[in-house]
């Protein structure tokens, strides 16, 4: 597959998989973005515009971005930095896990007892985890985990996701086919 920015207006800000804590440079400089009532920046038009086109390319260069933009490739390549900072939005390489060797994918419900952040943060700390949600409804943590075969899914599920202290029970979703996977949904 190819390089595709994703973007993501609800990003931990201090995920230390970005390496960085965008709490402190939320709205430095003169931007004209500016932070919406939840914490989260507020984007404005031209800031979404770029997420598209990094969307359609994450490789795009900036002097393109601003013909289609209408800004300066300077300015957009402060907006980018910016957005990256913030946490809104990462640009990275998406692959197709059979092609890179994850042969087993699977989205795993999770019913905890007490608290979750716990739990959760004992998940996400996991290599094989890629997504963990929590969740109003039938399970209080939803979990997605891509695996290189049935028996390293197998290890991961039983001997340590349920050995997490709080985790009452849990459901696996094996995926047979993947149909869709799609990152644009950010600036709709």
């Not at 300015?75 to 060797?101: E, F, N, S, Y």
Request: glycine content about 8%; some cysteine.
């Amino acid at each position: 597959m190819h390089s595709e920015a994703v973007a993501s207006r609800s990003a931990d800000p201090s995920d230390p998989r970005t390496g960085k804590d965008s709490v402190s440079s939320r709205n430095s400089g003169g931007s004209r973005e500016s932070r919406s009532g939840n914490g989260s920046p507020q984007l404005d038009a031209v800031s979404l515009a770029i997420i598209e086109q990094l969307q359609e390319d994450g490789r795009r260069p900036y002097a393109a971005i601003g013909k289609a933009v209408g800004l300066s490739e300077a300015a957009v390549r402060q907006r980018v930095q910016k957005l990256l900072d913030q946490g809104v939005m990462q640009i990275v390489a998406v692959t197709d896990p059979l092609t890179v060797g994850f042969r087993r994918q699977a989205m795993v419900g999770i019913n905890v007892e007490g608290d979750l952040d716990p739990v959760a943060e004992e998940l996400t700390a996991m290599s094989e985890v890629e997504y963990v949600v929590m969740t109003a409804g039938s399970f209080d943590l939803l979990v997605e985990i891509v695996c290189e075969d049935d028996d390293h899914l197998l290890d991961v599920i039983n001997k340590r996701i349920r050995a997490i202290p709080g985790v009452r029970s849990t459901e696996s979703f094996v995926y047979l086919k993947l149909k869709k996977q799609t990152y644009m949904w950010g600036t709709r």
